[in-house]
């Protein structure tokens, strides 16, 4: 890394594919939409293949055609239904087969002894993304917890760094957005900030070099070296 973790001062960590195993969950949610709507169930890793981008992209990924049918407003209809089915059944069923990745306690908990502020910046709906972190144990570490809601865009824009940025007093240069996805490198590069791949997640780290990520770490201990 070009700038020590000892110089930042803040670290904005994304959810699903960095902090937490969600995908088994998130394609249970998925699974009951489709068994909703009379489809066949998909396995993790064609759910994967959608995650990331927001609940509205993965509802259209994997309702693929069959969503595509009829009118404009027709397939907003079965979108939009969707979206409602999901969300209550994510709900009721937040962290079943969710679990944290090695050591992502520990380092959180080592981490704040070092005067960094820690926040979450995901496309996971709020709510769910807030009970996901309680579930598993993390909630309290944080001091800031964004998922996807009206006041800020989606990933890869950069508004929601750029409003945590100004929230704890952090320059882009003191910042670090630490994610396994491309909306997540892009949206750190967009905003400045310094940007840390995590290669456990949806992407490899051959591509998270690609996109123009500073670092990809191998596993969340490699935050601490």
């Not at 209809?77 to 009721?92: S, T, V």
């Not at 590069?189 to 995590?198: D, E, F, I, K, S």
Request: charged share 25%.
């Amino acid at each position: 890394m070009d700038m020590k973790l000892n110089q930042s001062r803040l670290l904005v960590f994304d959810l699903d594919g960095t902090l937490v195993d969600t995908f088994e969950d998130i394609t249970l949610a998925v699974n009951h939409v489709l068994g909703q709507f009379g489809l066949s169930p998909k396995h993790v890793e064609e759910v994967k293949e959608h995650v990331g981008n927001g609940v509205r992209e993965l509802m259209t990924g994997v309702l693929g055609e069959w969503a595509g049918k009829g009118t404009s407003s027709d397939r907003d209809h079965q979108i939009d239904k969707a979206i409602e089915i999901w969300r209550r059944y994510y709900l009721a069923h937040p962290a079943q087969r969710s679990r944290l990745y090695p050591d992502v306690k520990k380092v959180l908990e080592i981490l704040r002894t070092r005067s960094l502020r820690l926040a979450v910046f995901s496309n996971k709906m709020q709510e769910i993304t807030e009970k996901v972190l309680e579930e598993v144990g993390i909630l309290s570490l944080l001091d800031c917890v964004l998922g996807e809601n009206a006041h800020f865009p989606r990933k890869p824009a950069a508004e929601g760094l750029k409003f945590l940025m100004k929230k704890f007093d952090a320059a882009p240069g003191t910042t670090w957005m630490v994610g396994d996805g491309e909306a997540d490198v892009l949206a750190g590069l967009a905003a400045g900030c310094r940007v840390c791949g995590v290669s456990w997640g949806v992407l490899p780290r051959k591509r998270l070099m690609e996109l123009g990520a500073h670092v990809v770490i191998d596993s969340f201990a490699d935050l601490l070296t």
